[in-house]
């Protein structure tokens, strides 16, 4: 069965860090483009990095440019999103998406573009 999983979310204040992960189970995420999502309450999905198979490209939404950044390990199969500086506005579930194929990278925040999505973790920055 094929599976992304992601993990690492939890309580923060603001300021603080979180590093989520996101890890391929039945596949690997050796070639496949790997984005991360995220989706508060009451709000669209959003997407917030995007790291292309080799890891030579990334993007990232304006609003975590700076404070996040997005890595992958293909020997480990898991794709990494480190947050820093969170501010109460990044309070979200957190979702990792692969695409099966390649696609321009001018539309990595399209969710369309993934094929398969994890189940999402809870990031929460409150003091």
């Known amino acids: 069965q094929l599976r992304l999983v992601e993990s690492g979310g939890g309580l923060v204040q603001p300021g603080g860090s979180l590093r989520l992960s996101c890890a391929a189970s039945?596949?690997?995420?050796?070639?496949?483009?790997i984005g991360w999502f995220r989706q508060a309450p009451g709000k669209e999905r959003e997407g917030v990095s995007c790291i292309s198979a080799s890891g030579d490209s990334t993007r990232a939404a304006i609003s975590v440019k700076g404070r996040f950044t997005i890595s992958r390990d293909n020997a480990k199969s898991t794709v990494y999103l480190q947050m820093n500086n969170l501010k109460p506005e990044d309070t979200a579930v957190y979702y990792c998406a692969a695409a099966k194929a390649p696609f321009w990278m001018s539309d990595w925040d399209q969710a369309p573009m993934y094929d398969f999505w994890g189940q999402g973790t809870q990031v929460t920055v409150s003091s």
């Open positions: 039945g596949f690997t995420l050796d070639y496949t483009t």
